[in-house]
């Protein structure tokens, strides 16, 4: 089974654009603007949501300081080691993600008997992530407005109103792509950034012991103190840290340097000075805990900064609704979901995609989830288990990776891999304690999910299963149609094996009992490698009598784009005029059984729904529209 991961061009015979072609301070300021916009605005909610949250805890000088220095150290540990110096190493050709490393590991160990094991590790991670796609921008964005009531009380009756809207806004304009809002990204969070550190800095001088808590004894205070209560508050504290999945699944984008360096040099010194600047601030003043981050501001900066963090969290919510858009195009071109109506927004901008269903359906469940839920407080109940699981499972593939790919000293695998998995563990734990206040939301999206991806691949291999026991072999109906009436022209029959018949060629000949002169039977295969170069898109060979077997190679983040590669090819007797040139596809109706050693019926039926409503192979694969025929059939599995 393959694995997905997002979208690039790739039709010539380069490969396409890489992070080389830019400057190491423009990829970073990218980086910032696209990568850091999640963990970013966790300060809007994170210390809030500590102390005043489901679980407050009492503002005094030793829960201050063992709050911070578990953000402190969870930034460390989980952000700096885990993700920046271990995980991101482990790129898969330059892309990075759960799905890029399991391929990484496919590829590199073969085929093992825990693979399927880690192939469903994989596919739960996906499902996981569209949990917190529907959660992200709502708190994020809710957050913020919530500024507003700070600034004057009488508008907390419009916080949700205004949330809606700007989240309405944010969705209606992702049809036109973001390519041209871009480049704008960056400078506001650059600014945002800047208030964070000011901010942080301005509270710190008046407290400056406040400094201390990068001493991890602050912590384990805290634990002694109140076992119950500081594992409770880890559920909250990993709020600071939601996010850093990003850094890994979007390396490919802007290099894993300038990534790394933006996280060392500016993302993390912001962070804990804003985040020390809360504490000195409820040292000074306990009764700022219901919103620690607007209160550090002077009565005149508070609109300001409530606008400067909406324009944050709106970037912070685009980075990741661009992320299920990639997330959904690589599903579907590795096998995991039907097809679905994609749009390319951009001509030149790698992954400028746009899939108006998913736009759709997410604009819904966030505005259900803002008017259901009503304020962040109680949001933040079912956000960070969705996230806490995908770290998890992003660790024990690290394991794989570093025990056996790698090949590290056992020892010094077995306490990284030991480290990281107690402190995911942690995080993870103290989050299930959210289940009943809201945490079951991401699980119940990520087991929906998971149900339809598992659903189409296992019916896709089912489907395969079937038709290579009814498949002729290529040579033996070869030999068959000697005799056989030809016409001029080429056509092209869509296969899911080069050495196979295809249904549509039998149907065809049933029917019209003529041939072309020339006869492709195309295969189109989806690589476990991000780019597959123009050099080695093609492999084509003949079988005589007019018959070629063409084989079209792609990797997880390219574009299928069939008739610009044929048009390519050399082989096969000239050319290719698409006005002479036929398109045969087959479509299978499914029928669902009771009576086939399939899968149980009720999955069948969504299978075949999936299959009923997905998008026509002729606007997926590129074909032109004028140029096509479509053959069905009906098939029990």
């Known amino acids: 089974m393959s694995t997905p991961a997002i979208i690039a061009s790739d039709t010539g015979d380069s490969a396409p654009p890489t992070v080389e072609q830019h400057s190491l301070p423009t990829l970073m300021l990218g980086a910032i603007g696209i990568v850091y916009g999640d963990i970013g605005t966790s300060p809007l909610y994170a210390m809030k949501e500590t102390f005043v949250g489901a679980h407050p805890l009492a503002v005094d000088r030793l829960h201050i300081f063992g709050v911070l220095s578990l953000i402190f150290w969870s930034l460390m540990l989980v952000v700096t080691l885990k993700y920046v110096f271990v995980a991101m190493r482990a790129d898969n050709k330059g892309e990075g993600g759960s799905f890029a490393l399991l391929s990484l590991i496919s590829r590199s160990l073969g085929e093992h008997r825990w693979t399927a094991g880690l192939v469903t590790l994989g596919v739960f991670a996906t499902a996981l992530f569209y949990g917190d796609a529907i959660i992200t921008p709502a708190i994020s964005v809710l957050s913020a407005v919530e500024g507003l009531t700070i600034v004057q009380p009488s508008l907390a009756p419009l916080v949700v109103p205004i949330a809606i809207a700007v989240l309405i806004g944010l969705f209606l304009v992702q049809s036109r792509g973001t390519a041209k809002v871009g480049a704008v990204f960056g400078p506001i969070v650059i600014v945002y950034f800047a208030c964070l550190a000011a901010l942080g800095v301005s509270n710190i001088v008046q407290h400056p012991d406040i400094l201390g808590i990068v001493s991890p004894h602050h912590a384990l205070a805290f634990f002694i103190y109140d076992p119950k209560l500081a594992f409770l508050a880890m559920g909250s504290v990993f709020l600071a840290v939601t996010g850093a999945e990003t850094l890994y699944a979007d390396m490919g984008h802007f290099g894993r340097k300038a990534v790394g360096l933006s996280w060392l040099s500016l993302v993390y010194p912001c962070l804990m000075l804003n985040y020390m600047g809360q504490g000195a601030l409820l040292l000074a003043?306990?009764?700022?805990?219901e919103n620690p981050f607007f209160m550090m501001a002077p009565d005149w900066a508070r609109l300001p900064l409530v606008l400067i963090a909406t324009a944050a969290t709106v970037i912070a919510s685009q980075a990741?609704?661009?992320?299920?858009?990639?997330?959904?195009?690589?599903?579907?071109?590795?096998?995991?979901l039907p097809r679905l109506k994609t749009r390319h927004t951009s001509e030149r901008a790698a992954g400028q995609i746009y899939i108006p269903l998913v736009n759709w359906t997410l604009l819904a469940m966030v505005c259900l989830l803002v008017v259901g839920f009503g304020e962040s407080t109680r949001l933040a109940a079912a956000y960070g288990i969705s996230v806490s699981g995908t770290m998890i499972i992003t660790t024990l593939m690290l394991a794989v990776l570093v025990f056996r790919v790698w090949k590290w000293n056992r020892l010094l695998a077995a306490l990284t891999i030991g480290l990281f998995l107690v402190v995911d563990g942690m995080f993870f734990a103290s989050n299930v304690t959210k289940i009943a206040d809201g945490g079951w939301f991401p699980l119940l999206v990520a087991f929906i999910v998971f149900t339809v991806l598992t659903t189409w691949a296992s019916g896709r291999r089912l489907m395969r299963v079937k038709m290579a026991e009814e498949a002729i072999p290529v040579e033996v109906f070869i030999k068959s149609v000697a005799s056989v009436h030809r016409v001029r022209g080429t056509s092209v029959f869509l296969s899911t094996s080069p050495d196979a018949i295809p249904s549509a060629l039998l149907h065809n000949l049933k029917h019209n009992q003529v041939l072309h002169e020339r006869v492709l039977i195309l295969n189109v295969r989806v690589e476990p490698v991000p780019h597959v170069s123009g050099s080695e898109r093609l492999e084509v060979s003949g079988s005589g009598q007019g018959f070629y077997r063409v084989v079209l190679h792609y990797g997880f983040m390219d574009e299928v784009d069939v008739p610009a590669d044929l048009a390519r090819i050399e082989q096969c007797g000239g050319g290719f005029s698409m006005m002479s040139t036929s398109f045969f596809l087959g479509r299978q109706k499914l029928i669902p059984s009771t009576d086939q050693p399939g899968m149980a019926l009720w999955r069948e039926q969504l299978f075949a729904w999936m299959?009923?409503?997905?998008?026509?192979?002729?606007?997926?694969?590129?074909?032109?529209?004028?140029?096509?025929?479509?053959?069905?059939?009906?098939?029990?599995?």
Do not use: C, D
């Not at 003043?285 to 805990?289: D, E, G, L, R, T």
């Not at 858009?325 to 590795?334: D, P, Y």
């Open 285 to 289: 003043n306990p009764a700022a805990a």
């Open 320 to 336: 990741v609704i661009s992320g299920a858009f990639s997330v959904t195009h690589q599903a579907i071109q590795l096998g995991f």
């Open 611 to 637: 299959m009923k409503n997905s998008e026509s192979a002729m606007e997926f694969f590129r074909l032109p529209t004028n140029r096509v025929i479509e053959l069905g059939s009906q098939l029990r599995i």
